[in-house]
């Protein structure tokens, strides 16, 4: 029988409770992304027909005692909290609501001292732009910005869409694999992204804890390193890249963070209940985030998703290679959090 592309299920499942798919991939370290995905994982569906993103979503509402697990981040806080001054812990982002309330409630309501760090869209709206700016004016946050050579992430765009139909991956390596490199360099231990893959649709387990895995920003060294879809040497032997063209798109080496054994990369929202809706008008109130006055496209949304002109490319592409559209991925995400 002929194998399906990228590795999907061969049998197509929906959920009976939101709209997604088995198609729906699982997030995968961004550098060792092939065309064939071999062994790549997708949403599952459970013997009871609801998918992974749901049966959290019950864990969400129902049964996880948010209290319990504030008051771990508390601890967690107090374990890295400096007071002489120096940042004490990463945000990477954006200025997009998730960031922005990330970084607000650990500086205002937390008392934390958080840098911020970006790597930026590929291609800025205008709103994306605005948005950032008011992210550090309006809440106040230092920021480090680390922008690509512009000639070589369109070479390695064009390639991303070529050999894998994928716009948005230089985007993703960067967001990526920035932030533990950025706190190395700051002396920061500790790194917050917002939510867990959990929510839409990792396995239920990457939630049960608050850590991200290692393995999806480490390397052990650069030959099992796959960008555009292409092996790292080749693109320095057939592609004629240079080392220091590629520098900013690797993960931070595990002989790197031999040194810095304390350093740890946690999710927000594994502490705090994690609701979309709340996450914007938070953001709107406290940095100023303005949503579009226009839908984007492909959806009903205005807030989510608005700063790189790409997004529109990246939701189409997904929905030709995996048949979930970016109107599905939103109404899912509202069903689950009964908006
Ligand atoms: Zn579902």
Redesign the pocket.
């Known amino acids: 029988m002929r194998s399906t592309l990228f590795s999907s299920p061969k049998k197509i499942i929906f959920?009976k409770?939101?709209v997604?798919s088995n198609q729906k991939p699982v997030t995968i370290p961004e550098f060792t992304h092939t065309k064939d995905r071999k062994g790549a994982l997708y949403t599952k569906i459970n013997s009871d027909g609801?998918?992974d993103?749901?049966k959290y979503h019950k864990l969400k509402y129902k049964t996880i005692n948010w209290k319990e697990r504030e008051k771990n981040l508390l601890k967690l806080l107090s374990k890295f909290r400096k007071n002489n001054g120096d940042y004490d812990c990463l945000v990477p982002g954006s200025g997009g609501k998730d960031s922005a309330f990330t970084a607000h409630v650990l500086k205002y309501k937390y008392g934390m001292n958080p840098l911020t760090a970006t790597w930026p869209p590929i291609l800025y709206t205008d709103y994306g732009y605005t948005n950032f700016k008011n992210w550090l004016d309006v809440g106040g946050f230092d920021n480090i910005t680390m922008k690509p050579n512009p000639e070589v992430q369109r070479k390695l765009t064009k390639l991303s869409i070529e050999n894998l139909l994928h716009p948005f991956q230089t985007f993703i390596l960067g967001q990526k694999n920035l932030a533990p490199k950025i706190a190395y360099n700051f002396n920061i231990d500790l790194i917050f992204y917002g939510e867990s893959e959990a929510e839409y649709g990792a396995p239920i387990k990457k939630n049960l804890s608050s850590l991200r895995d290692k393995s999806a920003y480490v390397a052990k060294n650069l030959k099992n390193i796959y960008l555009s879809g292409v092996k790292y040497q080749n693109l320095i032997k057939d592609y004629k890249f240079k080392k220091n063209d590629l520098i900013s798109y690797l993960p931070i080496t595990a002989n790197l963070l031999e040194k810095r054994k304390n350093l740890q990369v946690h999710y927000l929202g594994y502490y705090l209940k994690w609701i979309p809706q709340e996450n914007y008008y938070y953001a709107v109130e406290n940095c100023g985030f303005k949503a579009r006055p226009y839908r984007s496209q492909g959806t009903f949304q205005k807030f989510q998703s608005i700063d790189d002109k790409i997004d529109d490319l990246h939701y189409y592409t997904h929905f030709i290679k995996f048949g979930l559209g970016r109107t599905s991925h939103d109404v899912?995400k509202e069903i689950?959090n009964k908006i």
């Open positions: 959920c409770t939101c997604l609801i998918c993103a749901c899912a689950r």
